[in-house]
Each structure stands twice: as C-alpha cells, then as structure tokens.
C-alpha cells in the first residue's frame, strides 16, 4: 500500500516507528486515569481555534479607534460567515477561561500539582494569568462603549497600588484616561506578545509533563501517598499502563468533541448571553453606560474590590489569594493526595470555590 | 474477532464523519476569505466631456481595474483599460508624444492602444462608450 | 491664504482645550466609571429652583421626569440665561429669556422643532392662536413634556375645547399606522441590541416617522387617510427587510441544531472506539 510504502520512507530517514513507540503507543498513561486528564487537550485545541479564529478576524479587523467598531460591525454583518467566526473567537475566549477553572479545579482536587510537580502547577498559574491579560485586552479591541469602560474599569484597579498606582495605570492606558494609545498596545499585546508567551509556556508546561510523567489519580488506588521525596530525578512512570495511543488519544477526541458540541451550541443559540447591548454601541469617551461590569471572570475581582473599605485592602486581599494560589504546591507539603483523606483541605477548597463563585454572583447582581 | 471488525467500522464511520466535519468547518472558512462576487463592472460611469480636454487623458477605476479615457489632440475619444499586457503595471499617458508608456519595461502603445514598441503581446484592451449631451458614458 | 491661520489657531484652541478637558476630568471620569453614572453635572438653574417653592420650584420636578431631561435637554437650553454662572444667570444680557407669552409659545418651542410649528401653524388650531385656540403646552403639558404620541389625542385633552368626535376619527385612521411604526421600532431596536447593523434600518424608520408626525397636526381627515395608506406602504418594505433578517436566523439555528447534534455523534463513536480498546 502507497500509505505503508511512505511511512517506511519516512521512517527510514528520522525513524518514525521509535517515536511513535516512545511518545504514543508505548507512552503508558496510569490504569485509573479518567476523563479529567484530558482537559489538557481540551484547552490546546481551544488555544489554536483563538489562534486560527484570531488570524481570521484580523484580515478584516482594523485597529484605530475610528475604524474598529465600523469593522466588527462588517464582520458581522457583511462578510459571509463573519458573524460565526467573530462568535467562536469572543465565546471561545469565555470558554477558554472556563474550562482551565475545570482543568486547575481537577488537578486542586487530585493534589496532582504536589511536589514533584510544583513547576507544573506554576506554569499553569502563569498560564492562567496570561489568558486572564489575553481576554482583557482582546476585550477592547471591538471598540464599543462595553469594552472601552470595562477596560477603564480593570485598568483603573491598578490605581489602588500605593505610590506607583496611579502612574501604572497611565501607563497601561498610554494615557491618564482609556483612549487610542491604550487600544495600540493592547491590540500588540493581544495578537503578538500574549499569543507568544503563552504558545512558550504551553511548551514548558508540556516538557515538565513529559518530563516529571503524569501523576496517577488518587482515588481508587491504595496507595495515594506521593513517594517523596527521592535521592535523584526519577520519571513517574507506568508499567501495565495504558497506552496513550490510541486508548487515551481517543478519549482526548471524545472529550473534545463534546466540548465543541457546548460550544457551538452557545455560539448558535445563546451568542448574546455575553454581549450586552452596550457592546453594540460604539465606545464614547464622554458617556459611561449605566451598570458597567467587567467579564464575568472578574466579578469576583471586582466585587473583593468594592467591599472592602479601602481600595488597597481589597487588592491586597486579592494579591494574598492570588499569591496562595500560585505558591500552593510549595506550602501544602503533606505527601497524602487523597482528598477525603485530607479534611482541612478539602474545606479550605471548596470553601475558596464557594467564596469566589459567591462574589462573583454578588458581583454580577450588585 | 468481533471487537475487530466493529472497531474497523466505527473507524470507517468516524473518517467520515471527520471529512463532514472538516468540510463543514472549511466552507465557512473559504466563503470568509472569498473577494466579494457579482456586482463589480455592470456599474456605468459617467463623466463630462469637459473633463477631459484636448490632449490629455483620464484614469479612473472601471470594472475593477483601472481604465484610461484619452482624448487625441486630433480629438479622437478613446476608453482603453490602463493595465499593460506585458506583466500588468498601468501605463502612463505622454502628451507630448501623444502615446502610452508602460514604465515597467518601456512598452509604448499608440492612442488607439495598438502595441507601437516593446514587449507587450496583445494591444490594450478596448472598452465601449457612448457620448450625448455632453456627456461619457462609459461600460 | 487668511482663512489658512485663523483655520490653524482655531484648531490648536480646539486641541488645548481637549487637553484641558481631559485633565480636569482625569479623576472623576475614572472614579464615575465604577458608580453607575448617566447623572449630568447639575446647573446652577436647578442648584436654586430645586430648593424654592411652588410656582418656582415645581418646574424642575416636572422636567426630570420628561423627554428633554432624558436628552439632556437643560432649563437653559429654552429658557436661555448662563446655567453655570449662578449669580448672574438670570441676566437678560447673558441670552435669559424667561416664560413665554401664550402667543409666544410656538416660537418659543419652534426654535428647535420648526417643523412641527410649521404644521402646527398650518393647522386649524395653529390658525386659531391668540383667538382661544390651543398652543403647544395646551396638549404637550410644560417642562414635563412627554415623548409625543398618538396618545396625546384623547377625550380629555380635545373635549376641554371642542368635540371628540372628528378628533376619534383621526386618531382611528392613524392607529394602526402607528402601532405598526411602535411594533417596527421595536423589532430594530431588539436587533440593534444583538449586534445586527440596523443603521440603514433605523434611519429609514426616523424618516417615516417624520413624516407620519407632520400629520399629528393635520385636521383634515381625508388627507390624513390617504397620507398614512402611504406610509404603511413605505413600513411595508422595512418589515420585509426584518423579516429578511429574522428568517437568516432562524436559519442558522437549524444549521446549529445539526451541527451541535453531528458533533454529538461524533463524541459518541469516540467514545465507542475507545471502548473497543478497553
């Protein structure tokens, strides 16, 4: 067969039938892994549909304050098929953002980020950081009146920071107030830098995998202790596993199937469930829209921001919770990964999920 | 086996459902990317005959492209496209020689756009036009 | 080459000014950004009125709640006089104007809706000014000047002068012209607010529904039948152009139904493949 004939062909010049014994079919995955793991997989495919999406839009997105709503408006009104790619790219963002709360919520409950993984957890928080800057600034590159004051809103957070604030915030803005400046260089962050440093740190984040080997899920095995620490570098690996090729590829397919069924369905039935009205407007310097709310990824933020007495109380809180967050892995030493085994744990965290989704409820009524 | 041949069947379904849904995913991809159809040309375009005096000539867009109306000193009207034959720069109209030169690689046509020197192929293209009441109707 | 100068200093002003403007208004436009705003800065006229009784204080109640105050319409912008200056506001050297004379009303309103006075004027009651006859205030109410409407023509407003019954038979004609201008206004506006273009659309409507306000002061039953035929006509095409947009939806939610319902399949022979490796 012609098929066969290439492979041998190919394989003859970079020996391909090694790499694919090493990285997929003789790459073993644990016996108990479940569909949790392959959110992963997931957040790469919506990760390059952005990307592609992205590209798209931008053959006929023009980014000057004077042209760019006119041009979404054309998108999704004139050019065929405009409207669904402009759809996929904003829900998809939403998405993104939510499904790596599902892929972080899974490996909190797993206590897969527990040493030796520590660089994993901190390269996912970084990620996770950047998506948040990603989907900020690609939210005011529509131009309309939601995006240039729910961008005057985030940025003006900022300004709670002691001495430096308020010059930060000008500097993110380009300006004392939101205006052409900001949108320059959030469109040149949005389409060059942060599409790059997350690509980067994708890669890390996937080296430190293959590297440290996948962690095996704690529930229904009898030992749920990590066995750490050890003398020298070991690979976590799985003898009897399963392979990733094709066992765990095809529920990677699974899932992501399913995901793009959600998906769509959202972009085909609910778009308008994230855009307000005031997102067809286009953005007024001299008119701020009454209610105006940041995405609701950041109600909780915001809310933390406002009950507080003092602005920089609030942002402290947020930058202690943040910080515990990312340096998890480091303060929480105990081998047990089990989480029924783990009480104080699991109160702590599913007290910490209630809160945040308790502000960020409060935030969007308030 | 019967896990063999169901998985060979699920494996013939599953390719074709993804060529559907590559397909499905593309169309809309193409139809994005796809210069704007129809319309474009069927436009006439109008000007007056005091535009263009004796000896000079007028470029303007038409049908897409770009076309030249010239007017002789002899007075002869003509309504040419612009675009050489050779490799597709825009001629320029010399109204001291009363002729068109391509700058690109220095092909000349004569007003009636007949290939005089260089090496364009075919003469410029000719399009139709109608005067009344002091006005061009070009297309 | 005197025009080129002046041109330029006129523009550097302009631009200074900006830049002042934007200074001043640093602060507070980043602190109103995060309290629901839409409030305009108060005017001295309001400073004052609000606090004073009766005769005096009633009219700025009355203005909140209508159609100018809305549009951000202000005391000054009829009655003339300096709204920031409260000490000299009142002064007929700064453009106050005061209240209009009965006869003076129209004028008074006509200088910003001189095509309505125009009709008005044309009209039998515009004919029967100073003579008894009514002016704008008599139906439009003062200061508290709604959104005009078919709903103006009613029993009690025409009855206090003459008979309701030539007033029904108008107001009948254009009624359902009316209802069909509400029910198409309606319709772009829930567009416009999902983000489909209606800027033509919209356009074309304000442009009827000028034309169809202009017989609100018309007596004269017969031209009105005939005027509002036309109009329907012209709402005619608009409703057929939604209609074109509605049925685009509705479309792509059949596609959507079959492409999430493909995608579904998918997953599941996934998810049957795998089971053949278990």
């Known amino acids: 067969m012609l098929s066969k004939r290439l492979y041998d062909w190919i394989d003859l010049r970079i020996g391909a039938r090694e790499i694919v014994k090493k990285e997929l079919t003789g790459y073993l995955l644990p016996k108990k892994i479940n569909e949790w793991y392959s959110l992963g997989s997931v957040l790469m495919v919506i990760f390059g549909l952005q990307i592609a999406t992205g590209m798209l839009l931008m053959v006929y997105y023009v980014p000057d304050p004077e042209k760019a709503f006119k041009s979404i408006t054309f998108i999704m009104n004139e050019v065929p098929y405009g409207w669904l790619i402009r759809l996929c790219h904003a829900v998809g963002s939403n998405m993104m953002v939510a499904v790596l709360l599902l892929h972080m919520f899974s490996v909190l409950m797993m206590g897969s980020y527990k040493s030796p993984r520590e660089l994993n957890w901190l390269t996912g928080f970084i990620l996770f950081c950047l998506i948040q800057g990603i989907s900020l600034t690609g939210y005011l590159a529509p131009w309309s009146q939601l995006s240039f004051w729910a961008t005057t809103v985030a940025t003006n957070s900022a300004a709670a920071i002691p001495v430096i604030g308020p010059y930060l915030v000008e500097f993110m803005r380009g300006g004392k107030l939101v205006g052409p400046p900001t949108l320059g260089r959030f469109f040149a962050l949005h389409v060059a830098v942060l599409p790059a440093v997350i690509a980067a740190l994708v890669g890390a984040h996937l080296f430190l995998l293959k590297r440290t080997g996948i962690s095996t899920p704690p529930s229904g095995v009898q030992q749920s202790r990590n066995p750490w620490p050890v003398e020298s570098y070991r690979y976590e690996s799985h003898p009897g596993g399963i392979p990733f090729f094709p066992n765990y590829a095809l529920q990677d397919l699974t899932s992501i199937s399913v995901y793009f069924a959600v998906f769509l369905a959202v972009v085909f039935f609910a778009p308008n469930f994230l855009f307000t009205p005031d997102a067809f407007v286009p953005a007024n310097p001299f008119q701020t829209p009454a209610h105006i709310k940041p995405e609701w990824y950041f109600l909780a933020n915001y809310q933390t921001l406002k009950i507080f007495p003092s602005e920089l109380l609030g942002l402290s809180v947020q930058v202690a919770a943040m910080t515990l967050l990312a340096l998890l892995p480091f303060l929480d030493r105990s081998p047990e990964r089990n989480p029924l085994k783990r009480p104080l744990f699991l109160v702590c965290s599913i007290g910490g999920i209630l809160i945040w989704i308790g502000l960020t409820i409060w935030g969007h009524y308030s | ?139 | 080459m005197t025009l080129l100068p002046q041109h330029t200093r006129f523009r550097r002003r302009a631009t200074f000014g900006a830049l002042i403007f934007t200074l001043l208004a640093g602060p507070q436009a980043a602190t109103a950004a995060t309290a629901a705003a839409g409030e305009q800065p108060e005017s001295a006229c309001i400073q004052c009125h609000e606090t004073l009784p009766d005769r005096l204080g009633a009219p700025v109640k009355l203005w909140r709640a209508s159609i100018h105050a809305e549009n951000g319409i202000s005391c000054n912008a009829c009655h003339g006089g300096d709204a920031k200056d409260a000490a000299d506001a009142m002064n007929r050297t700064r453009g106050f104007l005061g209240a209009p004379k009965e006869a003076e009303v129209p004028a008074f309103c006509g200088r910003c809706h001189p095509g309505v006075m125009k009709d008005y004027l044309l009209s039998a009651h515009g004919k029967a000014l100073g003579k008894g006859g009514p002016n704008c205030v008599t139906c439009h109410g003062n200061h508290r000047v709604v959104k005009a409407s078919l709903e103006l023509i009613n029993e009690k407003n025409c009855s206090r002068c003459h008979s309701f019954e030539r007033a029904r038979t108008i107001r009948a004609a254009m009624q359902q012209t009316e209802s069909y201008v509400v029910g198409i206004d309606a319709r772009i506006a829930g567009f416009q607010a999902e983000g489909v273009d209606t800027d033509r659309l919209g356009k074309g409507l304000f442009a009827i529904r000028n034309r169809f306000h202009t017989l609100f002061h018309e007596v004269d039953v017969s031209l009105v039948k005939r005027e509002s035929a036309r109009i329907d006509a012209e709402l005619g095409k608009l409703d057929l152009e939604l209609k074109a947009i509605e049925d685009a939806r509705a479309r792509r939610r059949v596609v959507g139904g079959f492409v999430v319902t493909g995608l579904l399949l998918l997953a599941w022979l996934f998810h049957l493949l795998k089971k053949t490796y278990d």
């Open chain 2, 1 to 139: 086996m019967e896990n063999d041949s169901r998985r060979k069947f699920l494996g013939v379904c599953l390719a074709g459902a993804t060529v559907a849904a590559a397909a499905a995913a593309g169309y809309p991809v193409i139809r994005y990317l796809a210069p704007k159809s129809g319309k474009v040309g069927t436009d006439k375009l109008v000007f007056a005959t005091s535009d263009i005096p004796d000896g000079e000539a007028k470029f303007f867009e038409y049908a897409g492209t770009s076309a030249v109306l010239v007017k002789t000193n002899a007075g002869a009207l003509l309504a040419l496209s612009a675009v050489c034959t050779h490799m597709g720069c825009i001629v320029q109209w010399e109204k001291d020689k009363q002729d068109f030169l391509c700058p690109c690689h220095a092909g000349h046509y004569s007003p009636e756009g007949e290939v005089l020197s260089g090496p364009p192929p075919k003469p410029l293209a000719k399009i139709p036009f109608t005067v009344a009441d002091g006005k061009i109707t070009v297309g």
